[in-house]
């Protein structure tokens, strides 16, 4: 148990520092765009002095550093800054964006793992057999099919020939209406997690592959305990710690392709907020997005870090 607690306490005290370090390297990479934050906000009809006095008033023309101070100040009390002539708060927009993105990451990787956990037990438990090779065909086709191609034909297919699911329209919330949130989220969840069924069907099959093969399960076997009783309780549970580890990188896959799939099916997460913003030269909304994506990824590969520890035995006790 302390090895555990001095394990998680790692994590945690590392959070922080990553979290800084993002902020540095998004702020400063956005003090480098050639658009000029007072035009965008007054407009491109703005005179020179305007620009200036509106510099002048909201500290633009401060040392970075200052600005830097200035805006980590606000953002420990939760203020990304405001955008356009109304001064809408950057905050409020992503609070309203960040939760579909999150539903369709969740629905992506739910679909993922579950045919990937299937399909990759199968293909290990007949390993060489038609059922392996039909798999890894399957497996090469997912990994090779991007996609935003997949979401264009899921379109063309279910939308408009087929006419099932809904390829457009408001997103129903999910507590209210289940039905209508689902029949929305089918397509664009299944276009995001297809490709990521294919790489973690392959991950888990070599990984049960290789449990399969170990000594306890033959000795498990010579007791008697049933084969199914052996890969449920023992293989399977070992060999879905190397998964775990890949699913912790594939996260950040599903977030930056849940942006594009925002944009191909018309979901108002955090997809179109970046796109509209950055046609409207909003710089304060894109860096508030592109800030609050990579901590939101920070923050999910630190849970997936915790979840490989609790999983694996042996690194509790390092």
């Known amino acids: ?30 003090s480098l765009s050639p658009i000029d934050p007072a035009y965008s906000v007054l407009g491109e009809n703005a005179t ?6 509106y510099r002048e008033e909201h500290g633009l023309n401060d040392p970075l550093l200052v600005q830097y101070g200035r805006f980590m100040l606000g953002l420990v009390q939760g203020d990304l800054g405001t955008y356009g002539a109304a001064s809408a708060s950057v905050g409020e927009q992503i609070a309203k964006a960040l939760p579909v993105t999150l539903q369709l990451t969740f629905m992506g990787l739910i679909i993922a793992v579950v045919f990937a956990v299937v399909l990759g037990v199968i293909s290990a438990l007949y390993r060489d057999k038609w059922p392996d090779q039909i798999i890894r065909v399957f497996s090469i086709a997912c990994i090779a099919t991007p996609s935003f191609w997949l979401a264009v034909l899921f379109i063309l297919l279910f939308s408009f020939t087929l006419q099932v699911l809904p390829a457009s329209g408001s997103l129903p919330p999910l507590f209210e209406d289940p039905v209508g949130w689902l029949k929305r989220m089918a397509l664009p969840a299944t276009a995001l997690g297809i490709p990521v069924i294919g790489q973690l069907t392959r991950v888990i099959r070599t990984a049960m592959v290789e449990e399969l093969d170990k000594d306890y399960v033959r000795t498990a076997r010579g007791f008697g305990i049933p084969y199914g009783t052996v890969v449920a309780r023992n293989v399977l549970r070992n060999a879905l710690i190397t998964p775990v580890t890949v699913l912790g990188l594939r996260i950040g896959y599903l977030i930056g392709g849940a942006v594009v799939i925002e944009v191909i099916f018309g979901l108002p997460g955090m997809g179109m907020t970046i796109i509209n913003a950055i046609q409207s030269n909003y710089v304060m909304l894109v860096q508030g997005v592109v800030l609050v994506v990579a901590i939101t990824f920070i923050l999910i590969n630190i849970i997936v870090d915790m979840l490989y520890i609790l999983i694996d035995p042996r690194i509790r006790t390092v």
């Open 1 to 30: 148990m302390n090895n555990l607690l001095r394990l998680v306490g790692r994590r945690l005290v590392a959070l922080p520092i990553m979290i800084v370090g993002v902020t540095i390297l998004v702020f400063f990479l956005m």
């Open 48 to 53: 020179a002095a305007q620009a200036e006095a």
